[in-house]
């Protein structure tokens, strides 16, 4: 065995020797796998083989785009067989808010160029014989799935990581892993210790023990899983093309040829996790003991679908354990706070996933960014309230309902409250509604008392819809008052900060006391890496804000660039400072009453920040919002909230203030053509397709630098535009197709009503010769084109005299 490598991977399933496989195809000769017993030993050997399109996420559904690519060519690269079987896929619905569901997929899955179409129960029953489709609206059909056997093609994936030069090590035990003060990692195992630039964690279902090594507590559980072969079917076994996979997700079961006959797997009710405590070393290919008991009823729901799996004995039924997150969803990517250590593990879906995720985090490892955006799957989504016991509270209601309806705008009960502001009692009693974001509670929106305590989720207007028309326009009229208390704040200090700073950035940093920048940080491609607001609190003391959200990612992304002269300091602010935003034209009568000091607009102009005490509290003021109104972020000590939030309410009394939610504060910052990063700021885009290009200051160095260069040279590909949709009961959503005579020419990043301007409203890239204003287009909501117009941005206020008043 090796004792250095440039990296290693440790774990020995589908996902880890694809990782070592794409990393030695694309050129890294020392990469090393262990392994601590056989290949596909922990939950690769259980997996039922589907390989879908499918997946609720835009870039999720690149990662299988690139699996079947992969999955295809596998055999012909290595001479090993995959077993892969083109068969195509059926999406069943039974229910309105299902049809929706798959209206939204369809119209997603167009803007990736994908073979994929609605079908109705006739034409489902054609497809799939077998399949009893009483009870059924209609369905989506790719008839480019398939499946494949999960351990040849891991197998196969071996024998090309070995043919290109990596080291698969079987039956060699991690015990410990060690960073040198070179930032080198040293691997120790029983066979002997491995020094390597790169630790990749592909361990399954001992990941949460790998990371404990490190330092690292992981949201990933295992649960035992269920499926059944049945019998020989004569019916299958006469037919001369293999059966389509079909998932009925309103009976949360799916079924799929197997050979002569079928498989049936489910997502029972009562999930039952398995060694909560974590996984035993020595466990190793063990097939648990099924619990038919929980699982009859989901047996039942098969028969019922497939009425000939009631005349068919079980073949085999096979339960063994696969890993899940607190949504389901797997955690890969950069491990914060540490350098060069990546997590690719939490898989529940590892065999759909597992060419394109190799794929993509090869080409992260090995250049620094990922080729697509990947948040969706970033291990730095969850924040430090995604401990062992939240995902043990999460999983119980996660694993019931994979399979439910995806709604845009659900939000789930489960290990809820979490992370409260101090005046969350103070929004229970203003009857808030609550949506969990980055852990925190944040009140969507605030009903009258007795009214819609609940959002009903929805893919249309829901009956939130009145109540945030309300809250919107009594901050075009009023004054309200918005707890932004989740922002991701970041203090940058030392003698270093500016010049770091300014690196950082593609803006320059403030030169002025009380200045504010906005500073998009960048990739070192040019593209978006992350939204900042930098304020200068004095020579060598920076402060600077970032989206809640992106937390760990923003604060990874600074602390592994910090220059290593100790010249720079970075402290975490966010629990230690809250922030209420005062919008709305009456915001500054509201500041006067309660502020020692003068907050008229000759001394505090826009787009400065001040330290003002309000009451009692000494509070770092920014006049600027992201409402579009005038209105000033109040920064104050945690501990104080109530404080300021009691002084700010009882001024505001005759100027009737009112509590303002989230859904508010998107529908206007859409108005404003404000960007959302994850929305418009993607790792696709750079500030000069968008209307913030004006921040990149070429006339210095910045990481991104020749990347923007580089775009500027060719030519912009893409131009971000407000368009004005003719919608009238579902707005877009983001990921719609946006269409010019029949033919796609962009793609939606975020949509939503303006109700200050009363429209349906779209941003969304297009092809620079389509973002002309008045260019007519069209917008693909829930599978329909709907009329849209090209509209100068920002809709609301475009001279931006409301903020400046």
Known sequence: MKTN???????????????AYHLAKYGWKDVVLVEKHELTSGSTWIAAGNVSFYHPSFYCTQINMKSIEIFKQLEQETGQSTGWHTTGSIKTADNPDRMDELGYYYSMNRCLGLDVSFVTPEEMGKLHPLMNTDGLLGGLYWPDDGDVDPASMTQALAKGARKYGAELNLHTLVTGIEQKKSDEWIVKTDKGDITCEVVVNAAGLWAPEVSKMVGLE????AIAHTHILYEKI?????????????????????????????????????????????????????????????????????????????????????????????????LVGPAAPLKNFYQACGYSFGITQAGGIGHYLAGWIMNGEPEIDLWHVDSRRFGSHANWAYNHEKIADIYPRLYSTFFPNEFRDAARPNRTSPIYEYQKAGNAVFGDYYGWECPNYFPPEGEDAYETPSWRRSNAFKHVDNECKHVMNHVGIIDLTRFAKTKISGPGAKKWLNNMTCQKVPEKDGSIALSPMLDHKGNFKSDMTITR????EFFCVTA?????????????????????????????????VLVGPESRKVLEKTVYGDVSNDIFKF????????????????RMNYVGELGFEIFHPIEQQIAVYNALMEAGKKFDIKLIGMHAMDSMRLEKG????????????????????????????????????????????LKLVCLVVEAKDSDPWGYNPILKDGERIGMTSSGGYGHRVEKSIALGYVTPEFAKTGTKMDVEILGKPKSAQVVTMPLYDPKNERMKS
């Open 218 to 221: 992981i949201p990933s559980i």
């Open 674 to 717: 404000y960007l959302a990063w994850k929305s418009e700021m993607t790792v696709h885009h750079t500030p000069l397709e968008t209307n913030v290009g004006w921040t990149v200051k070429l006339d210095k160095e910045f990481i991104g630098k020749q990347g923007i260069l580089k775009q500027k040279e060719a030519g912009i590909p």
């Open 5 to 19: 490598a440039r990296a290693v991977i440790i774990g020995g399933g589908a996902i880890g020797v694809s990782v």
């Open 607 to 622: 787009s400065s920040s001040r330290e003002i005490y309000v009451g009692r509290t000494k509070c770092r003021i920014n």
């Open 537 to 540: 609190v004095n020579e060598e």
């Open 548 to 580: 809640s959200i992106g937390k760990k990612h923003d604060q990874h992304w600074m602390l592994v660039n910090l220059p290593s002269d100790g010249s720079v300091q970075m402290d975490d602010l966010t629990y230690k400072m809250g922030c209420l």
């Open 234 to 330: 004569n019916a299958v076994e006469d037919r001369d093309t293999m059966l389509p996979l079909v998932r009925d997700p309103d009976k949360s079961v799916y079924l799929r040829q197997e050979m002569d006959s079928l498989i049936l797997g489910m997502y029972e009710a009562n999930g039952q996790q398995w060694k909560k405590n974590g996984v035993p070393w020595d466990y190793a290919q063990e097939e648990l003991n099924p619990d038919i008991d929980n699982i009859a009823d989901c047996i039942e729901a098969g028969m019922e679908r497939f009425p000939v799996l009631g005349d068919t004995g079980f073949k085999h039924v096979t339960a063994g354990p696969i890993t899940y997150t607190p949504n389901g969803d797997p």
